[in-house]
């Protein structure tokens, strides 16, 4: 069994975001999804149970309002690293949460993040460690 | 050990394909890289042996002087689709390629490329598959 109902806040519902908020709602997690267009929270799968924040996560008001401070985990998913950055750093040193994950499109900028106690995931990397195997002779995953 | 030198042919020439051209052509197999933008083949390993093709892989033509008749492996890596799925299409079915894999953004349209017999890796899923296990409670990966 999983461990006990986690509040968790998602940055971004985009595709990805609206995916991950949808899945953790449905797991039974508390959850918040954040973004600045209101239209993308038609992302969100119909069983969602969570609460939206409309605002500019490159903003500290936004982050504040989001109760980043209560969260044990935050989802730094926007489409902008910049951006993603600023609310990893808030969340992590600011209101101190513990787990922060982020998405991170460059490559070069995952150890920025990682040294500042960040888990980093990146879809350029993901995707080439899975392009490997079909190189190394795998005739599927 | 690894199966005998292939040969490789990768369309695109972004982050992902210009590092699966690279780590291809490091591991000793032949690799042919296609990019409608000549640029693009500085984000090439130094090390990079293979040959480049500039052209628009939207065109048959292009596709067809790359030589895909004779390839192993055709990876299909553009940032578009719909080319994606037309590099796919002819590999398979003109050139007759076995092994066929195609980047795909949208998840929703990974099946049409699978219902032809083509491989996908979709960014998409992939970043929501690795997200999933920090809410399973994972601690890392």
């Known amino acids: ?9 998602v940055f971004g519902c985009g595709r990805i975001g ?8 449905m ?10 267009d209101e ?27 989001s109760q980043v401070a209560n969260a044990d985990i ?7 690293d910049s951006t993603n950055y600023f609310i990893s ?13 982020a998405r991170v499109y460059d490559p070069a900028k995952a150890k920025i993040f990682e040294e500042s106690g960040v ?3 990146c879809p350029v990397t993901l995707m080439v460690e899975k392009l490997r195997f079909y190189i190394d002779g795998g005739d599927k995953l």
Chains 1, 2 share one sequence.
């Not at 069994?1 to 806040?9: A, D, P």
């Not at 929270?41 to 309002?65: M, N, P, Q, W, Y």
């Not at 935050?74 to 902008?80: G, K, M």
């Open 18 to 25: 609206s995916a991950i908020a949808s899945v953790a709602s």
């Open 39 to 65: 239209r993308s929270f038609r992302r969100l799968s119909s069983e969602f149970s969570g609460f939206t924040v409309v605002g500019d996560a490159a903003e500290f008001e936004t982050i504040k309002k």
């Open 119 to 121: 888990e980093v995931v």
């Open 1 to 9: 069994m999983k461990r006990s109902r986690k509040f968790i806040v």
């Open 89 to 101: 750093v808030c969340s992590r040193y600011i209101f101190g949460v513990e787990k922060v994950v």
């Open 27 to 36: 797991k039974g997690h508390n959850v918040i999804v954040v973004d600045k």
């Open 74 to 80: 935050v989802f730094a998913l926007t489409n902008d």
